[in-house]
């Protein structure tokens, strides 16, 4: 997006809304669902566990800062929202090696040993996403054990296969992490021995991979072995259903990835369920359908009901670092209300305004973390993204309103972004490309991002 169209969308609204966009603090911020729960609504699995409709995603668990200055995952923290997810029947902690700066799977297992084995089930992910080498794979796969205290794993994942790099293909790159180094064949056997009990991967990316791994799981039930993939993992929204090609490129329309999922009984899981949280942060016009049409339901609420209106969606997740998302959620999943077809063609509707509006697409899974440089990168396009929903203002830098959405854009983006971690301090390395699950060219839109900033900094028009 050039720098002109980027003014151009800044360009049309009041200033309020531009202060809300960029504070955070907008028509959803105090739009709670207001419905008590009741019975978790709960999925079969493929060997008929009881798997909650809710599930709980560990990537981002609350913070805080040890006597060092660090910042940890705030352990009593973790385990109180553990406590009330499963005091009311949240069955599902979906974790990862690479989760939380590696302490992910540690804090996980800790809050959840304190109840009994069969009052959860553990999903954590194969990351050798870095190091291909069977060595690297299987000392990650062992210590996934130790870190969360357990001697089975009830859902073991690929993760986020489908990427390339800048050297490898996306089928290259699959090649050398599972099958070239004897990977797969091995976690075929750990599931004979039980010591997984569901066998499946996440997907980011490629089709072609994609394809792949269903063709390779059609052609094992030719010889009627077990399913190879009990279950599959993917990225699913009502902005992805249909659009999400349309936002890049390189990513894949939900709607094929459910339904060749669907017809060969493969349970899916999903992720991403809230676009990283952007689905609640909604342009003010599209948030004022949804509370138009009910006033009582929260944002998050809507985006979560449609992933349960499939029948074949065995779990949704959500990162939930606070009570109140918690609580919000299961609202709508105890029970799950099932969108109408009205409902549906509502959420098309603004799904597709959305694909069309010029925000980045960062899911903030900090999977580009750490820059070697310091950038936050993600923190960066969050507040991009806050900024650009309808943070309209008159292109006129003589109007008031003008002024006000400079003010608010450089002051939130100070008070947000450390000084020293701005997009300006991006040197163009590309490091963080390869890591990106969405594809983002990440110094390119970084370099945008600071090209306007700094037109916003160089007008000497008083803050």
Known sequence: MERRDFLKIFGAGAAATAVAACTGKGPQANNAA???????????????????????GCMRWPTTTDAEGKTVIDQEQVNALVDYAIEHGVTYFDTAPVYGQGQSERVTGIA????????????????????????????????SFEAMQVDHIDYYLLHSVGGSTNSLTSMEVLQKRFFENGILDFLLKEREAGR????????????????????LHDENAEQGGRPLWDFVQIQ???????????????????????????????????????????????????????????????????????????????????????????VDNLATFSPLEPLTDDDLKLLEEIAYDYANHPIIPCNDCKYCMPCPYGVDIPGIFVHYNKCVNEAMIQEDRQDPAYRKARRAYLVSLDKNVERMRQANHCIGCTQCVDACPQRINIPVQLRRIEDFTEVLRRDKSPL
């Open 112 to 143: 959840l040993n304190r109840h009994p084995r069969d009052k959860f089930l553990i999903a954590t992910k194969l990351s050798n996403t870095r190091d291909y080498s069977r060595e690297a794979a299987l000392t990650m796969y062992k210590h």
């Open 196 to 215: 997984i009990r569901h066998l499946g991967f996440s997907f980011h990316g490629d089709q072609q991979v994609f394809d792949h791994l269903l063709k």
């Open 236 to 326: 699913m929204n009502y902005v992805d259903w249909n659009h999400a090609q349309l936002i890049s490129r390189r990513n894949v329309n939900a709607s094929y990835l459910y339904n060749e999922l669907e017809r060969r009984g493969i349970r899916v899981v999903i992720m991403e369920p809230l676009l990283g949280g952007r689905l609640v942060n909604l342009p003010q016009h599209a948030s004022e359908k949804l509370l138009t049409r009910d006033p009582n339901a929260s944002l998050a609420s809507w985006a979560f009901r449609f992933c349960g209106t499939y029948p074949g969606v065995m779990c949704a997740l959500s990162g939930m670092t606070y009570k109140e998302h918690l």
């Open 34 to 56: 207001k419905k008590e729960p009741g019975e978790m609504t709960y999925r079969t699995s493929s060997l008929g566990d009881k798997v909650s409709l809710l599930g709980y």
